[in-house]
């Protein structure tokens, strides 16, 4: 649940890009990370600042939307 893509392998490494709703547990989960039998490293890198591009998005859930199994609940109040 805390992750924000698949995992990949980048030379020596295996590369998580994960998400937290703070820092506190961003950190917390690292910790854990660290604990697990043979993990050598686990380096935390915490961004300033992220530049989601709004078209991009919006482009990929209209083609997400024509799926035949995806469900989509839309809510009007």
């Known amino acids: 649940e805390s992750f ?17 709703k703070d820092i506190f547990s961003m950190d917390d989960l690292t910790h ?3 604990g697990i039998k043979n993990i050598k490293s686990a380096d935390l890198f915490i961004p300033k600042k992220i530049t989601f591009l ?13 799926s035949p199994t995806l469900h989509l609940v839309y809510q009007t109040n």
């Open 4 to 20: 924000l893509q698949i995992p990949f392998i980048a030379k020596n490494q295996i590369v998580l890009f994960m998400y937290s």
């Open 32 to 34: 854990k990370v660290r």
């Open 54 to 66: 709004n078209e991009w998005i919006e482009l990929a859930i209209e083609e997400l939307k024509k």
